[in-house]
């Protein structure tokens, strides 16, 4: 058995390359999990934004969501890259099939039904309320430089985004 088989037999990790840091590798496995995590739910938000700015009337609002849907996916190719130094082979690429991001927007698909940019607003905001949940924890789980300034930096936009989003919301109910 070479040593990369032994490494996935005992770390249990699918696609890891050979270690490139000193984190033992459960340390770097749960690291590698957070950062694939964030990347599921980066999807969720560009698939999100993507399918809000098609559907809203506003064409302020339109850009705004297209703004957003792509910074989610600069934001997702970093991680990426940042999980390929972590010794990640094959990073996360989708969006997820179950959990809370996904309960988050699935919302979303009635409201852009409606057409209503009030309900819109209203669930993309319910959606950025788990982003920023998403990577408050992830903060939390002993990230080391660079990943730690990375995902710190990505929270403050996030976190902004969902300030204005739920500006926008606030201000859409009052009219």
Known sequence: MNALATREKFS???NALPMRNNFTMAQQKEIISTVNS???????????????????????????????????SRFANELQTQARS????DPEKTSSAAGAMHRA?????????????????????????????EFEEAMQDGLTSPL???????YSEIKSAHDRIK????AAKKS
């Open 12 to 14: 249990g990790t699918r």
């Open 38 to 72: 964030l990347i599921e739910t980066l999807k969720d938000g560009e698939k999100g934004f993507k399918e809000a700015a098609e559907a809203v009337k506003d064409p302020q609002l339109k850009s705004l969501f297209q703004q957003y849907s792509q910074q989610r």
């Open 86 to 89: 972590l010794g990640e082979s």
């Open 105 to 133: 927007w699935i919302n979303l698909k009635s409201a852009v039904t409606s057409g209503d940019d009030k309900a819109i607003l209203s669930e993309c905001e319910r959606g950025e309320d788990s982003a920023v949940h």
């Open 148 to 154: 730690r300034d990375i995902v710190s930096r990505q």
């Open 167 to 170: 500006h926008l919301r606030d």
